[in-house]
């Protein structure tokens, strides 16, 4: 079992910056790849970004070059550096872990104020 605990959302205005965290704990040696999702009030959730056990990283096309994911170790924190924040990228944002199985944190909630 994993547990993800995310931090460091908020209110921001257009523009600004907020860096997520995300924590993990228990089997966390069994992790390969670890990302965000994110969801919006009536959409679904959608990939945001996500970086493989080898450190590849993939983004979303509506972030590529104002987010940036990282880990600080092997796998332990998990950041995602959100640069020039816009209204639409207000949303609950999670991240997961995936082992031979998906987990999930419980989301931090990102507002972007125009």
């Known amino acids: 079992q994993v547990q993800l605990v995310e931090s460091g959302g908020g209110l921001v205005q257009a523009g600004g910056s907020l860096r997520l965290s995300c924590a993990a704990s228990g089997s966390i040696f069994s992790i390969n790849t670890m990302g965000w999702y994110r969801q919006a009030p009536g959409n679904q959730r959608e990939l945001v970004a996500k970086?493989?056990?080898?450190?590849?990283?993939v983004y979303a096309d509506s972030v590529k070059g104002r987010f940036t994911i990282s880990r600080e170790n092997a796998k332990n924190p998990l950041y995602l550096q959100m640069n020039n924040l816009k209204p639409e990228d207000t949303a609950v944002y999670y991240c997961?872990?995936?082992?031979?199985?998906?987990?999930w944190g419980q989301g931090t909630q990102v507002t972007v104020s125009s």
């Open positions: 997961y872990a995936i082992t031979f199985q998906k987990f």
């Open positions: 970086i493989t056990g080898g450190g590849n990283t």
